[in-house]
């Protein structure tokens, strides 16, 4: 898991609410993702970011929002808006910005439980 | 964009034998192809990865082949042992030369090593 620290590692949220899924990386790190992974599918880019105060969307950004305020922080929020949004969150981080080829150090992950 | 198909989903051996897991992947301008490892409960860990310019890479019991005519590859992992049992992930990155490619996953493969 690297310096990549994911919190918490469950939770569990009532229909209807915003939660807030924490990501640090002390590997002074420029890129940071987010990824969902559901049963038996592969992982999803939901937001990423290159440098500080600058993020995109990936390909399922609907119902999520991000910032990224420090370079080590990269805080993922979960929306009323998001549909199904039971599911393992991932956070990863590389070392480089705009680089594509460059490693993802993946985080613990966070598996997140709407009732 | 691209899409990653890999195949089998499940995958059983005996301890000692050799285990194949095949991607294939649509977007011939993808030159970035990594192979993740995930344990139960945990974040993805990169294993092997193979750039274009490369047919083979091998690192101890692990050696991933790359095949850009056919737009395959493969992972190949020999005396397979139980701590090998875990779901393998490929994935393909397209690098825009500068700006950020998306690494887009396969759906993972569940490998079970048997005493």
């Known amino acids: 898991d690297g310096g990549i620290t994911q919190s918490p590692k469950y939770l569990f949220r009532k229909e209807g609410q915003n939660v807030t899924l924490s990501c640090e990386q002390n590997?002074?790190?420029?890129?940071m993702y987010w990824y969902r992974q559901d049963p038996g599918q592969g992982l999803r880019l939901i937001y990423y970011?290159?440098?500080?105060?600058?993020?995109q969307k990936g390909d399922i950004a609907e119902g999520y929002s991000v910032s990224r305020e420090k370079k080590e922080s990269f805080p993922l929020t979960v929306t009323s808006a998001q549909k199904n949004p039971t599911a393992f969150y991932l956070c990863a981080s590389s070392i480089l910005a705009f680089a594509a080829w460059d490693t993802q150090y993946f985080g613990p992950g966070t598996r997140l439980t709407v009732l | 964009g691209e899409n990653v198909e890999q195949h089998p989903s499940t995958l059983s051996v005996q301890e000692g034998d050799s285990a194949v897991i095949k991607c294939t992947y649509s977007?011939?301008?993808?030159?970035?192809f990594p192979w993740y490892k995930q344990e139960l409960g945990k974040g993805p860990q990169l294993i092997i990865d193979i750039r274009s310019n490369v047919g083979e890479k091998k690192d101890q019991r692990i050696a991933v082949t790359l095949n850009k005519t056919a737009k395959h590859f493969s992972l190949h992992i020999t005396e397979t042992q139980p701590e090998d049992s875990a779901v393998y992930f490929c994935a393909a990155i397209e690098d825009y030369g500068g700006s950020q490619g998306n690494l887009i996953f396969g759906k993972g493969t569940k490998l079970s090593v048997k005493p």
């Open positions: 970011s290159q440098i500080v105060n600058d993020f």
């Open positions: 977007d011939s301008a993808s030159n970035y």
């Open positions: 590997l002074n790190h420029d890129a």
